[in-house]
T-cell receptor, first 112, second 110 residues
Framework: DTGVSQNPRHKITKRGQNVTFRCDPISEHNRLYWYRQTLGQGPEFLTYFQNEAQLEKSRLLSDRFSAERPKGSFSTLEIQRTEQGDSAMYLC??????????FGPGTRLTVL | SQKIEQNSEALNIQEGKTATLTCNYTNYSPAYLQWYRQDPGRGPVFLLLIRENEKEKRKERLKVTFDTTLKQSLFHITASQPADSATYLCALDSGYALNFGKGTSLLVTP
């Protein structure tokens, strides 16, 4: 059973640089979610895709953030002009039908 | 505004005892409530889901209760083991997304 995978697992970047993360969901799952988690907090919703359509975006998703899911398979999350406040764990989850979500291991971003 | 509150302090218990974690919420009318487990540096793992018309649900050593009048869920781990040490997150649906509490850290000592 192949779970949700995320790459890279860790990313260290300098302030102002752009970064891109990738998420590969479980193959038969048509729903894909991105969350952000900081230390001591629960995951916070960023955005949601059903197939290739981005259906929901949080206010947390500023215009420096963009997410895509071409062809309804893998997804990418790009952060432009990174800031120190973007340092967090970025989690991807997928699901089929129903509320239960399967999470990947996350990408830990450190902005210096 | 919608709020989900979990015990902010870590819960330390002895192996073999029952751990009870609390999740309270305000300004929600959830159709269901979920509990997830998260280990350090890893993504959350789904444990249990309970629907609004269910009062209690069990899975092996886990038991969840859901009181929509009190707006509270209790999560119990019976006969706890050191391997149960982790952070436990409560989650409510909000559209397609999940809104999570901050989580409660559980430490089970031998």
């Amino acid at each position: 059973d192949t779970g949700v995978s995320q790459n890279p697992r860790h990313k260290i970047t300098k302030r102002g640089q752009n970064v891109t993360f990738r998420c590969d969901p479980i193959s038969e799952h048509n729903r894909l979610y991105w969350y952000r988690q900081t230390l001591g907090q629960g995951p916070e919703f960023l955005t949601y895709f059903q197939n290739e359509a981005q259906l929901e975006k949080s206010r947390l998703l500023s215009d420096r953030f963009s997410a895509e899911r071409p062809k309804g398979s893998f997804s990418t999350l790009e952060i432009q002009r990174t800031e120190q406040g973007d340092s967090a764990m970025y989690l991807c989850a997928s699901s089929r039908v129903g509320p239960k979500q399967f999470f990947g291991p996350g990408t830990r971003l450190t902005v210096l | 505004s919608q709020k989900i509150e979990q015990n902010s302090e870590a819960l330390n218990i002895q192996e073999g005892k029952t751990a009870t974690l609390t999740c309270n919420y305000t300004n929600y009318s959830p159709a269901y409530l979920q509990w997830y487990r998260q280990d350090p540096g890893r993504g959350p793992v789904f444990l249990l889901l309970i629907r609004e018309n269910e009062k209690e649900k069990r899975k092996e050593r886990l038991k969840v209760t859901f009181d929509t009048t009190l707006k509270q869920s209790l999560f119990h781990i019976t006969a706890s083991q050191p391997a149960d040490s982790a952070t436990y997150l409560c989650a409510l649906d909000s559209g397609y997304a999940l809104n999570f509490g901050k989580g409660t850290s559980l430490l089970v000592t031998p």
